[in-house]
């Protein structure tokens, strides 16, 4: 093998082999090791013109101790970072809370899911997390048991908690409070907790929190969990038979979706859950009789709860079968036909102002025919709602707001945020997961301990029709406009 030297700008590269054997682009990767110059960049004189890469050594005359020149630029050295590779279990648990995107899982301790799923999707209400972080362990007034105010601690404690980890999170303290709060949540079969429904579980949670909140000594919290899942109801109840007619208020913090063999939508579930039939004494026949009950909305909250009524109490076999049937939902829901005359002439100008935002955005014309200057439209009330479906959330502070301020206003539309799910054939047994919209707008399913991140359209294929989870819970977020 004969040696050369090679000359490339000032260096000299003396005592380079050549392997005559090995076609001269093998010479010209030894060369791009001492120089940083590529094959593909590199003119090598050689006898006859330049160096091909399949020329043929023999031909070429190259000789032992021969000075050849090569031309050609160097690729640029790369720099090593100033800050080496930082891996996210290195990173502070806030941290790595922000990197992943999500909060953390919930182990299930023995039949659980119904309350981890509960507790992901009550989790997502930002104001509900404030409220509660502003209730004190000596804040319990004396009309408040022992066990609601512990209750409420811990669901303080352990929203904190999945805040602030990434890895999976043991609610153990939160689950011996409720069980000694709600001892049906403490039954067992053999020696082994029995599943439970998650319904259940979502409403007396729910319960105890308006309670202990609402008897908190801080203003701030007072009234809270009324603001934020209350629904107010005017319903007239009438009696064909004797003509007899009233009106009554109730309020609750969830509607209901029936579902019969009539029932596709959701919207023709909630038809169905505002009217019903009761039995009464009737006083001016002075026996019983069958009145009719029909409802409306009378007041919104900022996240409506919808229950799928699909468990019944089947004699036969003693137990809560399941009612299996799809019932579709929407990612936006419109609850505009539902409300009184009194709310939908409350819901007509924030509506209105909502379609202009959102014309807006899209580039549209408005029918005001001077929305096209400018000072109009920077007097155009701003959306705080997620119109855009980014599920980031609204600010509230609508009691708080001065007559100089803009109010927030609730437009009667909502968008889908949480899925609690139930996978199975019982309510006593079955499976159930929270699928939750994160502020980012990205779905994650937990399942109990181990969060995924799902697609937007999978969400809405949780509608039943089968053995796969379907929505048992669904969660909407009111978008706001601020007039």
Known sequence: MPT???????????????????????????LYDLTGVPPERQKIMVKGGLLKDDADWSTLGVKDGQKLMMMGTADEIVKAPEKGPVFMEDLPEEEQVVAVGHSAGLYNLGNTCYMNSTLQCLHSVPELKSALSSYTNSGRSNELDQYSHLLTVATRDLFSDLDRNVRPVAPLQFLSVLRKKYPQFAQQHNGVYMQQDAEECWTQLMYTLSQSLRSSESSEVSGTVKALFGIDLVSRIHCAESGEESSEMESVYALKCHISQDVNHLHEGLKHGLKSELEKVSPSLGRSAIYSKESRINDLPRYLTVQFVRFFWKRESNQKAKILRKVDYPLELDVYEFCSDELRQKLQAPRQTLRELENAKLGLKTQDKNSGSKENDANIPKSEGPSDNSGEPSAITHEKATSSEKKVQLTGIYDLVAVLTHKGRSADSGHYVGWVKQESGKWIQFDDDNPSPQRE???????????????????????VVSM
Do not use: N
């Open 457 to 479: 359209e999978d969400i809405t294929r949780l509608s039943g029709g089968g053995d796969w989870h379907m929505a048992y819970i669904c969660m909407y977020k009111a978008r």
């Open 4 to 30: 050369v030297s090679v000359k490339w700008q000032k260096e000299l590269f003396p005592a380079v082999e050549i392997d005559t054997s090995q076609p001269p682009y093998v010479f010209k990767c030894q």
